[in-house]
């Protein structure tokens, strides 16, 4: 019985890493005023982080790299989001897709020139 218990405690806990891990990151994921903390048990930490000061007021923004599926099977975009905190709460997110030119007309909004290859 107890042989049986573990076996079942190990399925399930492998199957909830299974299904966390086809969670997608989502813009929309971060709301304003959310904590760093709340950020990071999303989107998890970076390390590439940069400070700056506007009219007195400090600003950290912090900038993650994503590679998402693309619409054609093989097919990958990139993507970079920058989370801006204030007093240690989010106040602006920004998102951009990477491409190169034969991507652009599949984002209007616009893209981040990719690595030329």
Same mark, same amino acid.
């Given at each position: 019985m107890e042989r049986k218990r573990i076996i079942c405690l190990f399925l399930f806990v492998l199957l909830i890493l299974v299904f966390s891990s086809c969670y %997608?990151?989502?813009v929309s994921d971060i709301k304003s005023n959310m904590t760093k903390e709340e950020?990071?048990?999303l989107w998890g930490k970076t390390d590439l982080i940069t400070y700056r000061t506007v009219k007195g007021r400090a600003f950290e923004t912090w900038e993650y790299h994503f590679s998402n599926p693309g619409h054609k099977e093989?097919?990958?975009t990139a993507s970079v989001c920058w989370v801006?905190? %204030?007093q240690d709460t989010v106040v602006t997110v920004y998102c951009s897709a990477?491409?190169?030119e034969e991507q652009r007309d599949?984002?209007?909004e616009g893209c981040i =020139?990719? =690595?030329a290859g």
């Amino acid at each position: 019985m107890e042989r049986k218990r573990i076996i079942c405690l190990f399925l399930f806990v492998l199957l909830i890493l299974v299904f966390s891990s086809c969670y %997608s990151t989502h813009v929309s994921d971060i709301k304003s005023n959310m904590t760093k903390e709340e950020v990071v048990s999303l989107w998890g930490k970076t390390d590439l982080i940069t400070y700056r000061t506007v009219k007195g007021r400090a600003f950290e923004t912090w900038e993650y790299h994503f590679s998402n599926p693309g619409h054609k099977e093989g097919d990958y975009t990139a993507s970079v989001c920058w989370v801006t905190f %204030s007093q240690d709460t989010v106040v602006t997110v920004y998102c951009s897709a990477v491409c190169d030119e034969e991507q652009r007309d599949i984002y209007p909004e616009g893209c981040i =020139p990719g =690595p030329a290859g």
